[in-house]
Nanobody, 123 residues
Framework: QVQLVESGGGLVQAGDSLRLSCAAS????????MAWFRQDPGKERDIVAT????????YYADSVKGRFTISRDNAKNTVYLQMNSLKPEDTAVYYC????????????????WGQGTQVTVSS
């Protein structure tokens, strides 16, 4: 089992920055690919970014490329999502997820989930 706890969400204005953190506990963190998803009420949970166990491979949704950066610190068992130039359409609950093996982009491919953190961007 892997337990994931997100933090860092909040209310910001358009153009601001936020950094989300996801602290993992349980199994060996470095064995897992990690991802950030987001979900609006009544909509599906969509991939935002994912990172391989070593950090050498990343993937970003087109909507966040150039603005968001995913990173990880295996010594601290933590994955981060740096969000710059935030837009109102980035408003959502952001979830951290983990899976063994390689990175993936679909919700059903992830085994472990955090409880989510709300990000609200006002215009």
């Amino acid at each position: 089992q892997v337990q994931l706890v997100e933090s860092g969400g909040g209310l910001v204005q358009a153009g601001d920055s936020l950094r989300l953190s996801c602290a993992a506990s349980g199994r060996t963190f470095s064995n897992y690919a990690m991802a950030w998803f987001r979900q609006d009420p009544g909509k599906e949970r969509d991939i935002v970014a994912t990172i391989s166990w070593s950090g050498s491979t990343t993937y970003y949704a087109d909507s966040v490329k150039g603005r968001f950066t995913i990173s990880r610190d295996n010594a601290k068992n933590t994955v981060y999502l740096q969000m710059n130039s935030l837009k109102p359409e980035d408003t959502a609950v952001y979830y951290c997820a983990a899976r063994t093996m390689n990175i993936a982009t679909r919700e059903r491919e992830y085994d472990y989930w955090g409880q989510g953190t709300q990000v609200t961007v006002s215009s």
